[in-house]
């Protein structure tokens, strides 16, 4: 099976919430990674969480991290329009300077 | 000004020509990534340089080369293009300078269609 997993489509309404999931199998891993790429551009760091923690918002993001499941999901409250990208988790183990991607999550909102 | 710059954005090719896709940086980062992008597969490295004088294979290196010219700029050449190497290609660079020394940054991407 692939190292990082993640669904590859999510609809929802705007206003609701998004909830990305995204599994992965490395037990060593250091560094959690959540990136967005909008239409015609690259990657751009999301927010990140240390593996020695549970949980990080920061404004209407909440990074959930469930260590003993591998299991790392992104939670985008009022979603809106403009969230409307691809996401992509990502791990890595410090010193490995290669983080490894998920397939991207295509995230749709609509009115 | 972006930090993190590919020429060109857009190139459309035939079958067997010779193609370079440039990348420049002005993070001063040491280490560089070429990734391509395909629908559903999201993305593979193809090759990476820790410096310049460092030069290492990805997942999907058979078909493409590269040169790191400087700390700057990280090249990469399609020899003989095919079709199956139409894709969403992507540099990137990162940090040694930081505790997130995994941190990618990206480029802009280039479409590259090979007919």
């Known amino acids: 099976g692939e190292d990082v997993e993640q669904s590859l489509f999510l609809s929802v309404r705007e206003g609701d919430s998004s909830v990305i999931n995204c599994t992965y199998t490395?037990?060593?891993?250091?560094?959690l990674y959540w990136y967005k790429q909008e239409p015609g551009a690259g990657l751009q760091l999301l927010t990140y969480i240390f593996s020695n923690m549970d949980m990080k918002q920061d404004q209407r993001l909440t990074v959930l991290l469930n260590k003993k499941d591998k299991h790392l999901s992104l939670r985008i409250a009022d979603t809106q329009t403009g969230d409307s990208a691809i996401y992509f988790c990502?791990?890595?183990?410090?010193?490995?300077?290669?983080?490894?991607f998920g397939r991207g999550t295509s995230l749709i909102v609509h009115p | 000004d972006a930090d993190v710059t590919q020429t060109p954005r857009n190139r459309i090719t035939k079958t067997g020509k010779r193609i370079m896709l440039e990348c420049s940086q002005t993070k001063g980062h040491d280490r560089m990534y070429w990734y391509r992008q395909d629908p559903g597969l999201g993305l593979r490295l193809i090759y990476y340089s820790f410096d310049v004088k460092d030069i290492n294979k990805g997942e999907i290196s058979d078909g493409y080369s590269v040169s790191r010219q400087a700390q700057a700029k990280f090249s990469l050449s399609l020899e003989s293009a095919i079709p199956n190497q139409t894709a969403l290609y992507f540099c990137?660079?990162?940090?040694?300078?930081?505790?997130?020394?995994?941190?990618?940054?990206f480029g802009p991407g280039t479409r590259l269609t090979v007919l």
């Open positions: 490395d037990s060593s891993s250091t560094y």
């Open positions: 990137a660079t990162s940090d040694t300078g930081t505790e997130f020394t995994d941190t990618q940054y």
């Open positions: 990502a791990e890595s183990r410090r010193g490995s300077y290669i983080p490894t």
